[in-house]
Each structure stands twice: as C-alpha cells, then as structure tokens.
C-alpha cells in the first residue's frame, strides 16, 4: 500500500513554469515507478510522463518533450515535475500514480495501480 500526495499545481501565466511535487508513503518507494498523467475538462485522463524506479529512465509524451523534466529523490520519497513554457492546453488536473509491478507498461494508466488526489494547473493566455 502507498498513499500518493501531490502539490505545487496553482495559476500561471502561459510561458511561465511550475514544479509539482508527489509524495509517497507506504512501502519502499524506490520500489515503485512513477508516472504522471493529466485530465483536462471533457478530456479523458492522459499520460504525462514517467520515470523508472531507478530514475534512470525518463519518458515523456511528445506534447510535453523538451518542456517538462520529471525528476524522482527516493531518499525523501518524492518525485518532481519541474514544467517550463507552460501552454494553455497544458491546463488540467495532474495526477501522480505508482506500480511496483515488475512487468507494466509505464506509460498507460492501466499500467498503475496506486493514483493520487490530483492537483489543478491552470495555464492562462
């Protein structure tokens, strides 16, 4: 079991940049890769991007490539996504998830099975 808690989501202007954060309790949490997915209004809920329980690999939609870092500290059981040049469709609820699952697929949503509550980033133009 991991309880998932995001932060850092607010209001910016288009261009300008946030970092969410997800923290994680529960079981070893460099036992888990991370993913982070967003849902806008009258959308259905999307990858983001993901890092592997290493942190040595990155993924990353073609959307938010070149703009977005995620980034995970497994000491402080955290991971991060440090989001620049921020877009109006970039405005949604991001959600942090978690799988210890040895075979997923990390960039699916079935392919998690711990969510968080979600944070909302609102992008304006």
């Known amino acids: 079991q991991v309880q998932l808690v995001e932060s850092g989501g607010g209001l910016v202007q288009a261009g300008g940049s946030l970092r969410l954060s997800c923290a994680a309790s529960?079981?070893?949490?460099?036992?888990?890769?991370m993913g982070w997915f967003r849902q806008a209004p009258g959308k259905e809920r999307e990858f983001v991007s993901a890092?592997?329980?290493?942190?040595?690999?990155?993924y990353y939609a073609d959307s938010v490539k070149g703009r977005f870092t995620i980034s995970r500290d497994n000491p402080k059981n955290t991971v991060y996504l440090q989001m620049n040049s921020l877009k109006p469709e970039d405005t949604a609820v991001y959600y942090c998830?978690?799988?210890?699952?040895?075979?997923?697929?990390?960039?699916?949503?079935?392919?998690?099975?711990?969510w968080g509550q979600g944070t909302q980033v609102t992008v304006s133009s």
């Open positions: 998830a978690a799988d210890v699952r040895s075979r997923h697929i990390i960039t699916t949503i079935s392919g998690y099975y711990y």
């Open positions: 529960g079981r070893a949490f460099e036992s888990y890769d």
């Open positions: 890092i592997t329980r290493s942190g040595s690999v990155p």
